[in-house]
């Protein structure tokens, strides 16, 4: 699998990041293992989780995907071969200090992940989402301390609006002694462009960040697996799904399809094709339930589109950067 340099860091990245999201929640142990074995085994190397996977489903407690992840990597010895990224921010744990990007919870959050992922150091510690009730320089300094202590290399964000990017690049050229943001997980696909396309695209390109979208085949929907006319939608994510049930979403499967049927692939390498070709991303992240899942995606890699066919999902997916939405149907 191609590698990439995550933007700025020495971190050498696959140009797909598994999303471990599911583990723990709709894949067992054993499945995800699996998954991970066939990732490992296509030359993967870059795996994306968060501390409060999957702390909504009854009886998790949040940090089931990251346990299964230390669980994996001890049992397959691999330390050396992977790059883990976690995140923080959500809540752990009672009482005010139990969420949030303040010191206090950072401190203390990374090393429940630490010891969840059987790790002495997480390479990429992203910030889940922005936290309007702290500065993000006590969130960065937060952070250097971490990194000081060798608990982790390097730092990102996630669902960070153009503003806050802003600040917190700003920041750290202000105090070099501050670590500087080296990427944002921004939620990118064809039915979901105009968030990152229309401003944080720009900013990544000027600031040298690594990209690593999350959902690019919008939880299932652009594997081509739900028709127009097929039966209602009955799964746990399915209300997320639903949300692209429109004329606009279906014209963009419909695209997808014919382009799929040309090149002998699935639907769903189409799509991240798409992405990789897009200014700017380092490596879409991807998940599965079963090894099988993950092999109708691997194709993209090798994918090229023409340009073409790339114009062709441009025009199908324009009302998702028009005005982030498409005209409602079914």
Same mark, same amino acid.
């Given at each position: 699998?191609?590698?990439?340099?995550?933007?700025?860091?020495?971190?050498?990245?696959?140009?797909?990041?598994?999303?471990?999201?599911?583990?723990?929640?709709?894949?067992?142990?054993?499945?995800?293992?699996?998954? /991970?074995? #066939?990732? $490992? !085994? +296509?030359?993967?190397?870059?795996?994306?989780?968060?501390?409060?996977? &999957?702390?909504?489903?009854?009886?998790?407690?949040?940090?089931?995907?990251?346990?299964?992840?230390?669980?994996?990597?001890?049992?397959?010895?691999?330390?050396?071969?992977?790059?883990?990224?976690?995140?923080?921010?959500?809540?752990?744990?009672?009482?005010?200090?139990?969420?949030?990007?303040?010191?206090?919870?950072?401190?203390?959050?990374?090393?429940?992940?630490?010891?969840?992922?059987?790790?002495?150091?997480?390479?990429?510690?992203?910030?889940?989402?922005?936290?309007?009730?702290?500065?993000?320089?006590?969130?960065?300094?937060?952070?250097?301390?971490?990194?000081?202590?060798?608990?982790?290399?390097?730092?990102?964000?996630?669902?960070?609006?153009?503003?806050? /990017?802003? #600040?917190? $690049? !700003? +920041?750290?050229?202000?105090?070099?002694?501050?670590?500087?943001?080296? &990427?944002?997980?921004?939620?990118?696909?064809?039915?979901?462009?105009?968030?990152?396309?229309?401003?944080?695209?720009?900013?990544?390109?000027?600031?040298?960040?690594?990209?690593?979208?999350?959902?690019?085949?919008?939880?299932?929907?652009?594997?081509?697996?739900?028709?127009?006319?097929?039966?209602?939608?009955?799964?746990?994510?399915?209300?997320?799904?639903?949300?692209?049930?429109?004329?606009?979403?279906?014209?963009?499967?419909?695209?997808?399809?014919?382009?799929?049927?040309?090149?002998?692939?699935?639907?769903?390498?189409?799509?991240?094709?798409?992405?990789?070709?897009?200014?700017?991303?380092?490596?879409?992240?991807?998940?599965?339930?079963?090894?099988?899942? /993950?092999?109708?995606? $691997?194709? +993209?890699?090798?994918?090229?589109?023409?340009?073409?066919?790339?114009?062709?999902?441009?025009?199908?997916?324009?009302?998702?950067?028009?005005?982030?939405?498409?005209?409602?149907?079914?």
């Amino acid at each position: 699998m191609q590698t990439m340099r995550l933007g700025s860091s020495d971190l050498e990245v696959s140009r797909l990041c598994l999303g471990t999201m599911n583990f723990g929640w709709t894949a067992t142990e054993a499945e995800s293992f699996a998954v /991970l074995d #066939a990732f $490992l !085994e +296509a030359g993967g190397n870059f795996i994306d989780t968060a501390n409060i996977y &999957s702390r909504w489903l009854p009886g998790n407690k949040g940090g089931e995907s990251e346990e299964i992840i230390g669980r994996w990597v001890k049992d397959r010895g691999v330390r050396d071969r992977v790059v883990i990224a976690t995140k923080v921010r959500g809540r752990m744990w009672p009482g005010p200090d139990g969420e949030g990007l303040h010191p206090k919870h950072i401190k203390y959050a990374v090393n429940g992940s630490l010891k969840r992922l059987q790790v002495d150091t997480i390479d990429l510690y992203q910030a889940h989402w922005f936290d309007e009730n702290t500065p993000i320089e006590e969130t960065l300094g937060a952070f250097d301390e971490l990194r000081q202590a060798g608990k982790v290399r390097f730092f990102g964000v996630s669902n960070y609006p153009p503003d806050r /990017l802003r #600040a917190a $690049l !700003e +920041a750290s050229k202000r105090d070099p002694s501050l670590p500087k943001v080296e &990427s944002l997980q921004p939620h990118h696909s064809l039915v979901h462009r105009k968030e990152w396309e229309e401003e944080l695209q720009r900013i990544c390109l000027e600031e040298n960040l690594g990209v690593i979208p999350y959902s690019p085949l919008a939880s299932g929907f652009l594997t081509g697996k739900y028709t127009k006319d097929g039966p209602q939608v009955e799964s746990q994510r399915a209300r997320t799904v639903k949300q692209y049930f429109n004329e606009g979403g279906w014209a963009v499967v419909d695209a997808l399809r014919e382009i799929a049927g040309s090149h002998g692939v699935a639907p769903a390498a189409v799509a991240l094709a798409w992405t990789l070709a897009q200014a700017g991303i380092t490596a879409p992240i991807v998940g599965a339930n079963s090894a099988a899942q /993950l092999a109708d995606q $691997l194709p +993209a890699l090798s994918l090229a589109l023409s340009a073409g066919e790339l114009s062709a999902l441009n025009a199908a997916s324009q009302p998702f950067l028009d005005d982030g939405t498409a005209h409602p149907g079914r």
